[in-house]
C-alpha cells in the first residue's frame, strides 16, 4: 500500500510539473503571438515611412530637373529673342536705306546726286545689317537634359528586405560562473563578416530550465559588444538562476535571439533576524548597529506602566513598534521594527542572528565593521543558543572576536575557549561555513588570507551570528564561495585550529 501511495505521489508530482511546463510554454506562445502582431504593425508602418521617403525623394529630384529644364528654356528663349529682335530692327533700317537709295537713282542734278550718293555710302558702312552674326546663338537641341532611368528602374526593382543576421548559439559548457561574475561564450552558426556587434540580454529567476513569460523580472540589456563572449561581474547571486540570451546586429538591423540559456547562481542570501535582537541593537536587513538607548526606554517605559502593581513585566514580553524601511539610508534612523514572540537576547549578550538557518552545503557571506566600533563577534551559532549566552561562550556558537575597547585584542571563541589571533583585523572578514565538513573559516575577504578555521561536526542547523557594542556591522550576502577560499580549503590543513586547542578563560 504504502509502495503504491509513493508511486502515485511520484506520477503526480510528475504530472504536476509536466502541466506547469506545459502552461509555461503556452504562456511563450501566447506571448510570441501578440509580439508577431505587434511587431508586424511596427514594421509595417516603418515600410510606409521609408516608401514615402523614397517617393519625396524622388518628387524633390523630379521638381530640380523640371527647373533645370525651365531654366534652360528661358535662357535660349531669351538668347533667341534678343538676336530676333536686333534682326527685325537691322532688317527695317535696310529696307529704309534700300527705298532711299532706290529713289535717289532717279535725281537729275549731278550735285544733289552726289550729295545723295555719299549719304547711301555712309549710311551702308554705319548700317547694323552688315555688323549682324546671322547664325542663331543656341540652338533647339534640348537632349542634354534628357535622362534614362533603366538603371535606377532595375535598382528599385531589387530592392528587398534586409539581410538579418542568423541567431546565434551560446555554448553552456564554455560559460562559467566564478566568484559572483558570470561569462557567456557564443559562436555564429556560419560565419558573417556583416556582424557589428551583439546585444546580450540577462535576468534572474528561481525557475530551472525555459525563461517563464508570466511572473518575471525584466531582461537587463548590454549592447555594443563586439567580442563572442562577455562576463558580468560584481553579481548578488539573490537567485538560484539567471537566463542568458544573445542577439547578432549588423548596421542594419538586430537579428533573432538565441536559444536562451540557464545558468545555476545559487548563494546564501539571509538578513539579520530582528526578532531575535538585544533591544540596544537596531536591525534593518543585513545592517545592525549599537542603540545605548534601546534598552533603557523600554526599562523606564516599563517601570513607568507597572508602577505600583508589584510586578514587573519579563523583557520578552515587550516588543518594538513600527515598519522597517524597505530601503536603508541610515540605521540610526530606522523606526523601530516588531519583535517577534520569542525570546530575544538579552543582558550582555549583544546579538542578533541571521533569519536563515544552515543544513547543509557551502556557503560564503562577508562582515564590514565601522572603523569606531569597540567590540564585535563574527560567526555561527545553533538555534538553541541562549537568550544570556554570548558568542564563542558556549559549545553551540563559534566565533572570531574583536575587541578595541582599553586593549586591542583578536581571537577566535568557542565553548568558552579562545585562541589569540596574530594577524591583523582586516577591514572586512569573509566567512566560509562547509556545513557538511564540518568547518567554519574566517578570511581577510580582501587578501583572502585565512584568519582562523574551527574543525568540528555540527549537529544541528546553525545560523549566522553577530555580537556587536558601540558600532556597527553590515553584511554582504548573496556570495559564492570565492576561488581563492576553495583553492586555501586544500592547503590548510597545517594551518587549522581546533575548538579543543582553546585555552580555557573565566566566563
Known sequence: ????????????????????????????????????????????????????????????????????????????????????SQCNNALENSEELLEFATRSLDIKEPEEFSKAARQIKDRVTMASAFRLSLKPKVSDNMTHLMVDFSQERQMLQTLKFLPVPKAPEIDPVECLVADNSVTVAWRMPEEDNKIDHFILEYRKTNFDGLPRVKDERCWEIIDNIKGTEYTLSGLKFDSKYMNFRVRACNKAVAGEYSDPVTLETKALNFNLDNSSSHLNLRVEDTCVEWDPTGGKGQEKVKGKENKGSGHVTSLKKHTRSGTPSPKRTSVGSRPPAVRGSRDRFTGESYTVLGDTAIENGQHYWEVKAQKDCKSYSVGVAYKTL???DQLGKTNTSWCIHVNNWLQNTFAAKHNNKVKALDVTVPERIGVFCDFDGGLLSFYDANSKQLLYSFKTKFTQPVLPGFMVWCGGLSLSTGMQVPSAVRTLQKSENGMTGSASSLNTVPQ
Not at 510606409?48 to 523630379?62: P, R, T
Open 386 to 388: 541562549g537568550k544570556f
Open 1 to 84: 500500500m504504502d509502495s503504491q501511495k509513493e508511486a502515485l505521489q511520484r506520477i503526480i508530482s510528475t504530472l504536476a510539473s509536466k502541466n506547469d511546463e506545459i502552461q509555461n510554454f503556452i504562456d511563450t506562445l501566447n506571448q510570441t503571438l501578440k509580439g508577431v502582431q505587434e511587431n508586424s504593425s511596427n514594421i509595417l508602418s516603418e515600410l510606409d515611412e521609408e516608401f514615402d521617403s523614397l517617393y519625396s525623394i524622388l518628387d524633390e529630384v523630379k521638381e530640380s530637373m523640371v527647373n533645370s529644364i525651365k531654366q534652360e528654356q528661358a535662357r535660349k528663349s531669351q538668347e533667341l529673342q534678343s538676336q530676333l
